[in-house]
Every structure is written in C-alpha cells, then in structure tokens.
C-alpha cells in the first residue's frame, strides 16, 4: 500500500477488556502476560491489546482472524457499539472513543455503514423499501431516498427487483439489498462482518467479485471481517491478521504469503494455492532488448545475436506493443529484400496485465516457447513471463523466500 495515500483512519494503542476490573488486567498484560494468564488470574478477558493500524482512503483493508482472534470486537470498537478499554479511533479528525453521544451519533451517520452476515432485512418490506430505509430515519424526502435508494440497488445489480419482497429472494440477493441499503446511506465508510460467510461457496465467490467491482467502481472506502484466509487473500488491498486479540501482521496478500511474520502465520498459510494469489507482476523479468516498428531485420537480427535469443519484441517509440519477431523471420525478410520488419512479424503470444492470476498463465505459454508479454492499459510493455519465472516464483513463494532471477534466458526478451 502506498504510503503517500490519504490515511482515512487511525487506530492507535486500541486495547478492550471485558470484565468490572479492567485496569487489573491492562497492568498484567503491560508486565507481559496473555489473555489465557490474565483471564486465570483476574476474570478478566482481554478482547483487543494495543492494536495500531491504519485505513487508507479507498481501500479494502481486511481484518482476519479465527474464532476469539478479536476481529469482531475491533470492528465495533470502529464505531463504538463496543466501547473501548484504551487507546485512539481518529476518523477524518475525531477521536470516537471521546465523543459525547450527540457527537457520536452524527458521527456515525457521517461516516459508517454496516453490512452484517445475516442480512438484516425487514420482511415485511419490499426490496426499495429496505434500500430506503437509513435514509428514511434520517429524515430524508420521500422523492429523494427514493432515487438515491434506486441507484443504489442499481449499483449492485437489483434494477428491477424494487418490489419484491426479501423471502423472494435469493441469499446472495439478501445481501445485496443490505449492501444498496449501506450505499445508499453515502457514509464514507463501509463496515462489513463476516458479509458472505452465510452464503452457499458459489454464491460466496460471485459476491466476493461484485465487491471488488463494485469497489473498482466506486473507491469506498472498506473494512472487511472474516475468518477466511482464501476470501482475504482474494479481496483484500492489505490484510490485519490478529490472533489472541493482537495483530500478528500487516500487510498485502503477497506479503503475507511471501514473508510470513513467524510461526503462526506460516503455519495459517499452509495449503493456500499461491498461484491464484500471486500475479505476472510477481514472475515478470524486464525486457533485455527490444527493436522499434520502424528498424530493420538487420538490426534485430544483430540483436538477437548480441542477447543471445532466438525472438524479439517489437514496440513503437512510447514502448506500445506491436508484435514478435522471430530470427528466421528476420533472415526471411533479408533474403527476400524486405525492409520493414513489421512484415515478418507475428502476433502468435500471449499478452497479459500485471494483476494477471499466476494460476492462469501456464496454459498461456505457446508451443514455440515464447514468453508471455506483460503490458499496462496503453499495451506499453512492462515486461516478460516465462515458464522457468513462474515456477521459480511458485517455488521461492512456498519458501518463504526471495525469488532469485530465473536461468532461463533463451526466450525473447527474457532477463
């Protein structure tokens, strides 16, 4: 995550003690003892112990964690339906943990939706009629939350589903009606607990992918509970993986999965395909050597030559992909008296995106060998895959590792 982005929120020394005694138990865990020591000692449960992070605007931040990991706790402490032990929640410049109630209230209306697991619907009320409601609340002009709430079940995909009611229904069109409701509200921040886990798997991944284009869309700004590593990894900007009510790392998908903080995290790693986490950007080499539209075969034959490989790129000025030259291609067009390589050119590979799924691009690679093309959204070309890269990257990924450049150097371009 870059950190020259907006910080939306700021979560510092956030700790949450249940119990009548909490000041106990905050001593005892200042001295260096856990929860399963303090609760033995004292009955007090400590839920949340110095948690720092922050919330980047627009992002989808994750917050993971197996049952009693605190995650649960944390994100009502976001908003204060839970009240905080110690510690700092500043949003936009508010301190919640020291907001009167009138002060938190307009606060969380500013600020905080939230999309819950079990839906949360009304049943007595149609699908616009559940979109409308926060705003309803709220006071706002029966025209107005109409439209506002129209666009909203719009957004997630319900046009046309206005009047029916939720026992109509789909699960996974339950939950889009709780997040148009969310939307509709137009609080800066999107609060979901465990949204999907009641949700059959199928209908869980299509959910997964319409919040992320949904997210795409609209840069909401995103705080995510859930107990599934696979489900983090997939949606997640970065992840807050807690355990015991602290945070054991912070940090992208890759980061996770490439540089483990300790043994629990490794050990919660276990068994991810990290071919469907990491991407071409991962297993991408730089190009070596290119030749330009308006060369020679000549002059890429020389290159090849010189870089020892057997095909070239070839790119305009601003780098834009334009094709692939093979060296008996070249020494065609020489034979021949042709001039313009574009004229032995092919368009015979695979040109992908850097955010490309590395599980998608073993069936990509092409009888003869050529490396995968990696381009931006102008088709500039960024770099290359190669077979060799992927497997090395899979490899070093398992390990834990640094990837180490690939040998394989006979592929065009490949470095």
Known sequence: M??????????????????????KALELRDQGLKRPEILEKTGQTLGLSNIDFDVYEGELLVIMGLSGS???????????????????????????????????????????????????????????????????????SKQEREEIARNSLKQVGLDGWEDAYPNQLSGGMQQRVGLARALANDATVLLMDEAF????????????????????????????????????????????????GEVVQI???????????????????????????????????????????????????????????????????????????????????????????TDGMTQDFRVVGPEEPMHNLFAMFSEKGFPIAVTDDQRRLLGVVVKGAVLDELAQAAEGAEVMPTAETTAAGEQ
């Open 2 to 23: 870059d950190e020259t982005r907006n910080v939306k929120i700021q979560v510092r020394g956030l700790s949450k003690v249940f119990g009548k005694h909490p000041k």
């Open 70 to 140: 605190g995650k649960s706790t944390l994100i009502r402490c976001l908003n204060r339906l839970i009240d905080t032990t110690e510690g700092e929640i500043v949003i936009d410049g508010e301190n919640i943990p020291t907001l009167n109630e009138k002060a938190l209230l307009e606060c969380r209306r500013r600020h905080f939706s939230m999309v819950f697991q079990n839906f949360a619907l009304f049943p007595h009320r149609t699908v616009q009629k559940n979109a409308e409601f926060g705003l309803e609340i709220r006071g706002v």
């Open 197 to 244: 886990s009641a949700l059959d798997p199928l209908i869980r991944k299509d959910m997964q992918q319409e919040l992320l284009e949904l997210q795409t869309r609209m840069k909401k700004t995103t705080i995510f509970i859930t107990h599934d590593l696979d489900e983090a990894l997939s949606i997640g900007d970065r992840i807050v993986l807690l355990k015991d």
């Open 251 to 341: 940090g992208t998908p890759e980061e996770i999965l490439t540089q483990p903080a300790d043994e629990y995290v490794r050990r919660f790693i276990e068994g991810v395909d990290r071919s469907r986490i990491l991407t071409a950007e991962n297993a991408m080499r730089k190009v070596r050597t290119t030749v330009r539209d308006t060369d020679g075969p000549r002059t890429a034959l020389r290159k090849m030559h010189e870089n020892a490989i057997d095909s070239i790129y070839v790119t305009r000025r601003d780098r834009t992909l334009v094709g692939l030259l093979e060296a008996d291609a070249a020494k065609s067009l020489i034979k021949s008296g042709k001039e313009s390589i």
